[in-house]
């Protein structure tokens, strides 16, 4: 099971300071948030696609690609890559051209986005969201797997004749994930292709959760993919985490009150109640995540949310040592504990990070490594 952390990228005054970043720091955070992944022993880092204050990730293969420079083995994802308003073929080339860089290290994660005033920025109609999704993505799934393409549809100008540059990693195209919060056609689509299905699972009970990806399981299987079981999900979850929940919810507060994602609407405690997210102890997390397993099923990734609403990337970056060191240790080995053998331990991974990663279980540890290895 895969373990990471995801940003929005937003740039929101520190309530308790009055200090806003700029944009520059922003960005340069983001990049610090994902080599403290790596540090740290998680195996994820996605950023979310926004073209809309106060978000400042608008280039998801720009950040990725610099930070596959200054990480080794990272995984490298979206939490949203705008299906809709990019066009299929830019996407089919950018996320190409980031999988020589990162060798394989890459992932992407398809959706819709919750910004109606996106679509007519960049020429599209919010009411043709769903269709629109559903065409490009049969596009981009043509333009990685045939090496020339004869295309028509009704949203984009037709092609003849063309090809993709560069084409996938050794032939392999990136595993894409279809992330929805709300959308049923979204996580058929999923099923239909027999794709990852990643429910965000910041925003809503765990009953609605539960419901979007029973559906996604059910189509999968009828899709003739495999058994319900083995289709692969992930999850999203909101965290912050102090030795005492009492410290925790203290010192969140002020910043779940000003958070760009979550508006205010219900306070801090109502939230925690009728959503999965977990402001308290790293036990607590703890327990409440593997809780997920009993309304989804066994999943195989899950991401946290920790760097939102203005926190200081000094707390940020204690929040990820806490889950290096406290929490995905022993997440790791619960879940592991509970898969049953015939359901996928991971999504798939390129054969290229497949092999390293072979090569590393494979090798004996040296004297040298030992020594180097915490008691």
């Not at 991971?346 to 004297?367: F, I, K, N």
Request: no cysteine.
């Amino acid at each position: 099971m895969q373990f990471g952390v995801f940003t929005v990228g937003d740039v929101t005054r520190d309530p308790t300071t009055g200090h806003t970043v700029s944009e520059e720091e922003r960005i340069r955070i983001m990049v610090t948030v994902a080599r403290k992944a790596e540090e740290v022993g998680l195996d994820v880092f996605a950023t979310g696609e926004h073209h809309n204050v106060p978000f400042v990730p608008s280039s998801p293969t720009t950040l990725l690609g610099y930070i596959a420079g200054r990480t080794e083995r990272l995984l490298l994802s979206t939490a949203t890559t705008l299906i809709t308003t990019n066009d299929p073929v830019k996407i089919a080339e950018d996320y190409a051209m980031l999988q020589h860089l990162a060798d394989g290290r890459v992932d992407l994660m398809m959706g819709r986005g919750n910004m109606g005033p996106v679509y007519p920025w960049f020429g599209q109609d919010l009411r043709n969201a769903i269709p629109l999704a559903i065409e490009n993505y049969d596009l981009l799934r043509r333009l990685w797997r045939e090496d020339v393409v004869d295309w028509e549809g009704q949203f984009r100008t037709p092609l003849t004749g063309f090809t993709a540059t560069p084409r996938p990693l050794d032939g392999v195209p990136p595993f894409v994930w279809h992330g929805s919060i709300r959308s049923p056609e979204i996580a058929e689509m999923a099923a239909y292709y027999g794709d990852g299905f990643f429910h965000n699972n910041i925003f809503w009970p765990s009953s609605h959760v539960q419901r979007m990806v029973e559906l996604y399981r059910r189509r999968f299987e009828h899709y003739d993919h495999g058994p319900a079981n083995q289709a692969i999900v992930g999850l999203g979850g909101h965290v912050f985490m102090r030795k005492n929940s009492q410290d925790a919810i203290r010192e969140f507060r002020p910043y779940f009150d000003h958070a760009p994602v979550y508006g205010g609407a219900m306070s801090l405690e109502d939230y925690m109640a009728q959503t999965p997210m977990t402001i308290g102890s790293p036990q607590q997390v703890i327990d409440r995540t593997l809780g997920f397993r009993e309304f989804v099923g066994d999943y195989q990734r899950q991401l946290f949310l920790a760097d939102h609403a203005g926190l200081p990337l000094t707390t940020v970056l204690e929040q990820m040592d806490i889950l290096g060191s406290e929490v995905v240790p022993v997440l790791r080995r619960e879940f592991e504990a509970l898969r049953p053998a015939d359901v996928p331990e991971g999504p798939p991974l390129h054969p290229r990070v497949a092999a390293v990663r072979a090569a590393a279980s494979a090798s004996p540890a040296t004297p040298a490594a030992l020594a180097e290895t915490p008691a």
